[in-house]
């Protein structure tokens, strides 16, 4: 019994994966360095990676659903991220 599974789907577990083994091997990171200085850099270094591995997984989805998810729909969700980003800015 062979099981299949999409290659969006695939694609965005990868980069799920791919994100969380960076964010723990920073923290290892981190502890290892034993300096806040540093820690602060690597944690400021990891606040571009979040934010990109959303924008492409929600893309890769995006792209794997386009049949299946109406125009209307797909404004809702690119008009939701970029309120994330604003209010992740906002001060």
Known sequence: ??????????????????????????GL???????????????????????TVLIVTTAIALFGLADKISVPRMICLFTGITLIFVSVNVK
């Open 1 to 26: 019994m062979m099981i299949v599974i999409d290659k969006s789907l695939l694609a965005m577990v990868i980069l799920r994966v791919l994100s969380g083994s960076i964010e723990v091997s920073a």
């Open 29 to 51: 990171l981190m502890l290892k360095l034993n300096s806040l200085e540093k820690a602060f850099y690597i944690n400021t270094m990891l606040a571009l990676v979040g934010p």
